[in-house]
């Protein structure tokens, strides 16, 4: 390609990335307000104007985009599904600033509010990224921003640690996903990730393509919180505020699963309404034994956890399990069921922390003996947190189980098609850990409602606009009922 023609396609892939302008010009304005304002609480709607403004402009592109469109010479790639990844991100970004405009959540550091719009730029571009350096530049942009975000909560030595295993953690899977980049690289001679990128992979030795594949998607499992890669997740839990954690549990995970996908598309091909998977890696044992392995390490360590937060990080690493199920198959109908089990997930994730964090705010409760008769002084909120845990396990009408189902559905049918063995492992290992979940989650329930004794804890602050919070929070929980039984207004 010369010169001239990478230019044009430059020109041309600028004016498709409108709603990341105006995130970057967010970004610019709240720094300036930062440097020359003394008065900081604006940034909050400032930030908050921007990512709404950049929602509008993407929700139009959603709408209009026909055809997948290729960026800055392949480097990214456009299309309905990764436009679906990009509004959640956003959407998702609107819902946690919701409690710092209506001022229900304290201010945090100006730094937190200006650098939000770039937090959202990086989940967006890793979503759309085609190309292996790409997908690096994308990741390391998205992990360094999150460490960032960790790093406002370090006001004690158990934050601080927490913050530097994180680090170390990211830094660790990001050199071993670099080395898998020049393990690919030399190994198909392009970086781009296309038809020729396969044709030359599939020349050299099996067992070196399948070892570098697996190196290069540890990058991919740092960002999803997937086994090996979790053991940083609970420490973050634990030394974060709920209020952070909203967002560091989902938009991360959302830009990796978008992005995960779209590496794993490489490799299936259409034939004749038939998806046809690439004969020189087992994607599905592979990605069967990761969910398989994060589903129970999740849950099963889970049980064991007295610290809210850290329950909740374990129960998190669970659902990667279960939203690896939905991309094992690779089908229109699994990709349908990632995308509802996403939604839901982010949905759950934020009336769960905002709740977290107004009882850590009111009353300092952290651990799970705190709960104790606290489901009698705060009836609305623990009814609340019943709904979403109930959710989160899977019971009917809910929408969390309808997202199970669909995933368990996708998994069985494509059974069905291949009667590959792995995929009957993963399901049943799903029904397992669905059973397995019910049974720290109704713990949690036993605490608030059923466990003899007095709440003891004293209100020690005063939350502003409590009741506008508690909306927020009833409203997510109630649109839990209203996927669960109308599933298809969702689409």
Do not use: C
Request: aromatic letters at 16%; zero cysteines.
């Amino acid at each position: 390609m010369n010169t001239s023609t990478a230019l044009q396609s430059i020109q041309s892939s600028i004016t498709h990335l409108t709603n990341e302008w105006v995130l970057i010009g967010t970004f610019f304005v709240a720094l300036l307000i930062d440097l020359f304002v003394k008065q900081k609480e604006g940034l909050v709607y400032i930030t908050f104007a921007g990512i709404l403004f950049s929602t509008f402009i993407l929700a139009q592109q959603f709408l209009s985009i026909i055809e997948p469109l290729s960026l800055f010479n392949n480097f990214y790639q456009l299309s309905k599904t990764t436009l679906t990844f990009k509004l959640i991100i956003s959407i998702s970004a609107i819902v946690v600033l919701l409690p710092f405009v209506f001022k229900s959540f304290k201010f945090k550091t100006a730094e937190f509010f200006y650098l939000f719009p770039l937090l959202i730029l990086s989940a967006n571009l890793l979503s759309m990224s085609s190309h292996l350096l790409s997908v690096l530049i994308g990741i390391e942009f998205l992990s360094i921003l999150s460490y960032l975000y960790i790093a406002f909560e370090i006001n004690s030595k158990s934050n601080a640690e927490s913050s530097t295993k994180y680090v170390v953690y990211g830094a660790f899977s990001s050199a071993i996903m670099l080395y898998g980049i020049s393990w690919l690289y030399a190994l198909s001679g392009t970086m781009y990730l296309d038809a020729n990128f396969l044709a030359e992979l599939s020349k050299a030795n099996t067992s070196t393509v399948a070892m570098a594949i697996l190196i290069f998607s540890a990058g991919f499992l740092f960002k999803i919180s997937a086994a090996p890669f979790h053991y940083y997740s609970p420490d973050v839990y634990e030394g974060s505020s709920p209020s952070t954690l909203a967002f560091i549990s989902t938009i991360p995970k959302v830009a990796g699963f978008a992005v995960l996908f779209a590496f794993v598309s490489r490799f299936h091909f259409n034939f004749q309404g038939t998806v046809l998977v690439w004969p020189h890696f087992p994607w599905e044992k592979v990605l069967s034994v990761i969910a398989i392995a994060t589903m129970f390490i999740g849950n099963l360590s889970a049980i064991s956890q007295h610290n809210l937060k850290r329950i909740f990080a374990y129960s998190s690493i669970s659902h990667t399990g279960f939203l690896l199920m939905g991309l094992i198959v690779y089908s229109h109908t699994g990709l349908e069921a990632l995308v509802y089990y996403l939604v839901i997930y982010t949905i759950s994730n934020f009336a769960l922390f905002f709740i977290l964090q107004l009882w850590e705010s009111k009353y300092g409760i952290v651990e799970l003996k705190q709960l104790i008769g606290l489901g009698r002084k705060e009836k609305l909120t623990a009814s609340l947190l019943v709904l979403l845990l109930a959710s989160f396990t899977g019971l009917p009408p809910l929408a969390g189980f309808l997202a199970k189902f669909f995933i368990f559905s996708s998994v069985f049918e494509q059974y069905q098609l291949s009667h590959e063995p792995w995929l009957m492992y993963v399901l049943i290992a799903g029904v397992l850990n669905t059973v397995i979940a019910l049974f720290y989650y109704f713990n949690i329930t036993r605490y608030l409602f059923l466990k003899s004794g007095d709440f003891l804890s004293q209100t020690i602050s005063v939350i502003k606009n409590e009741k506008i919070l508690i909306l927020v929070i009833a409203l997510l929980s109630i649109s839990l009922i209203y996927l669960g039984l109308n599933p298809f207004s969702f689409n």
